[in-house]
């Protein structure tokens, strides 16, 4: 899935483009400025835009590092399917 942006007018989020996503899904969003958990910085709208070649310039060297992470042996790489199964049975148990 694309990554998501809204911006806030009178007090609620409004995505910026349509999405696909079907009536009823619930999106948890959370708050990205200034320096981030996966060590991108971000100066204000623009800088954080996908659209970015400075911004796409930071995120290849974010993943280029955590490859040569999980090469070098420090960090386990995990099966997306793996994750994927584990997070649609955590939200089975929840709707119960």
Same mark, same amino acid.
């Given at each position: 899935?694309?990554?998501?942006?809204?911006?806030?007018?009178?007090?609620?989020?409004?995505? *910026?483009?349509? &999405?696909?996503?079907?009536?009823?899904?619930?999106?948890?969003?959370?708050?990205? +400025?200034?320096?981030?958990? +996966?060590?991108?910085?971000?100066?204000?709208?623009?800088?954080?835009?996908?659209? *970015?070649?400075?911004?796409?310039?930071?995120?290849?060297? /974010?993943?280029?590092?955590?490859?040569?992470?999980?090469?070098?042996?420090?960090?386990?790489?995990?099966? =997306?399917?793996?994750? &994927? =199964?584990? /997070?649609?049975?955590?939200?089975?148990?929840?709707?119960?």
């Amino acid at each position: 899935m694309p990554l998501l942006k809204a911006r806030v007018r009178n007090g609620r989020l409004v995505l *910026d483009e349509p &999405t696909d996503l079907p009536d009823g899904n619930i999106v948890y969003l959370q708050r990205v +400025d200034g320096a981030r958990a +996966d060590g991108v910085e971000s100066e204000g709208d623009e800088a954080a835009s996908p659209d *970015d070649p400075g911004h796409n310039a930071a995120w290849a060297e /974010v993943i280029d590092r955590r490859l040569q992470d999980a090469l070098d042996g420090r960090v386990e790489l995990v099966d =997306a399917n793996v994750v &994927t =199964a584990r /997070v649609r049975d955590a939200v089975a148990r929840r709707r119960g």
